[in-house]
């Protein structure tokens, strides 16, 4: 059997297990171990999988992805989304459309201490939702912009999907989150003009004057205080050299924890329900890391991403256009995968292509600006139909708004993003600005 015809059988193995509803991490293991036995045999894939298993596990980096978990289940249940729905909904509140920017803030600030597309979404709806619906807003606005404020969850540090690819390409985690600041700070000023201008364009779908605006009061100032603290002491103490960014997880997780706390909504439930999601969250992580690496391990057996590597850059195409055919499949990938399931299988494939060509920049500052731009790309895949896994979450909550009004609602949010991603596609300085500060 040829290696492409083999490549194609372990693909369509995983895709009829997704179709059959199968969870990715399952599909991903069972076709891997599917291709690695007729390649290898069993007992060479038991041997692979022993060790394996341990060697991902045991690494000290992927400590920080529960810890920042954590951190985001402690801003939730301590009453802290709350807080910053409140004071953004204050500032933003005097201008037309001024609640639907003020969750695009809430996400951004959210997103500070989540690193969770999805979670992000899901706990700023849970706010700010039934407020916009009682000024006036539409279903199509409403949950259009809550769908894209998630998405900031992962754009603005600290982001699950940038620690994973850290630790799959062997980058630093705190360049990375250097580089994903501006871009993140750009994704959110870009969404807030794309409401300004669709509430405009489109009429109906914001009140004209909102005299029942929130007023900026100490009740409301006090709230983000802890936001503020917190997010300076994470990566202030990152960036200052005082702890490394899985001891930051830890200090933001337990820093987080004292303000829930201190706000006295934290209860013994509450605290429990932290936990057991967070280890929910991260078995189902680490349970996707194991599918992508039998899957990658039975794809490197057949020499067909090494081949494909050599073969595209036999072709002599500019650096700029593979790229650009990459995010594309990545959007494509986003119709039927999670973030986390791209970025584990894609990654070991084009990874090694993107560093063999030549983007006029040091092979460091390559690999950062590249992790960039699938960040940015995964966002995108988070919103495009036909799935968009958080319109799903955000309409799923919304039970009056029919779906296709919701994908109606995303897209001047999609059109921002293609907007901003060719912006960091041409300039990557943009992403790189901060990194040279960071030593």
């Known amino acids: 059997m040829s290696a492409i015809a083999l490549t194609l059988i372990i693909f369509g193995i995983m895709l009829v297990a997704m179709a059959l509803r199968v969870p990715i991490a399952i599909a991903m293991f069972v076709a891997g171990t599917a291709g690695y ?3 290898a045999g069993l007992d060479p894939y038991f041997s692979f999988l022993n060790s394996q298993a341990f060697a991902r596990f045991a690494s000290y980096d992927l400590s920080v992805i529960p810890l920042f978990i954590l951190m985001g289940h402690f801003a939730t249940q301590g009453g802290i989304s709350r807080a910053l729905f409140q004071f953004a909904a204050a500032v933003m509140g005097r201008f037309r459309g001024g609640l639907a920017m003020a969750a695009v803030l809430a996400c951004a600030a959210f997103g500070a201490i989540c690193g969770s597309s999805v979670a992000t979404a ?3 709806t849970g706010v700010a939702l039934p407020e916009m619906k009682r000024h006036g807003y539409s279903g199509r606005l409403s949950t259009g912009t809550l769908a894209a ?5 992962i754009l603005i540090p600290p982001s699950v999907p940038l620690v994973i690819y850290a630790i799959l390409t062997e980058q630093n ?6 580089a994903a600041m501006v871009p993140g700070v750009i994704a959110m000023l870009g969404y807030m003009i794309a409401i300004a201008i669709y509430v405009r364009v489109v009429p109906g779908q914001a009140p004209e004057v909102d005299d029942d605006r929130p007023e900026i009061t100490m009740a409301s100032l006090s709230g983000i205080v802890p936001i503020a603290l917190i997010f300076l002491l994470v990566f202030g103490g990152i960036y200052g050299g005082l702890f490394t960014p899985t001891e930051g997880a ?5 820093s987080t924890f004292v303000a829930a706390v201190m706000k006295r909504e934290i209860t013994w439930q509450k605290f429990k329900v932290c936990f057991y999601a967070t280890a929910e969250s991260s078995a189902m992580i680490f349970l996707i890391f194991i599918g992508a690496d039998v899957m990658n391990a039975s794809l490197t057996l057949t020499q067909v991403p090494a081949q494909l590597a050599t073969v595209i850059n036999s072709w002599g195409l500019a650096p700029l256009v593979i790229v650009t055919a990459i995010m594309l499949l990545y959007v494509v990938l986003g119709a039927v995968m999670d973030e986390l399931s791209m970025i584990l299988l894609t990654i070991p494939i084009f990874f090694p292509m993107i560093m063999g060509l030549d983007f006029g920049m040091s092979k460091e500052y390559t690999a950062i600006w590249f992790g960039i731009m699938v960040l940015m ?7 495009a139909p036909p799935v968009g896994l958080n319109v799903y979450v955000v309409n799923g909550m919304a039970k009056d708004v029919p779906m296709s009004e919701s994908y109606k609602g995303v897209m001047p949010f999609l059109i921002s993003d293609t907007l901003r991603t060719i912006l960091l596609l041409l300039f990557p300085s943009i992403s790189l600005f901060l990194v040279k500060y960071v030593s």
């Not at 404020?149 to 969850?153: A, K, P």
């Not at 830890?250 to 337990?254: D, K, L, R, S």
């Open 37 to 39: 036995i007729m390649q």
């Open 122 to 124: 899901a706990t700023i």
């Open 149 to 153: 404020g998630g998405t900031l969850g």
């Open 173 to 178: 985690i705190a360049k990375l989150f250097a």
């Open 250 to 254: 830890a200090v933001g997780a337990a």
């Open 377 to 383: 790309t995964v966002g995108f895949g988070m919103l």
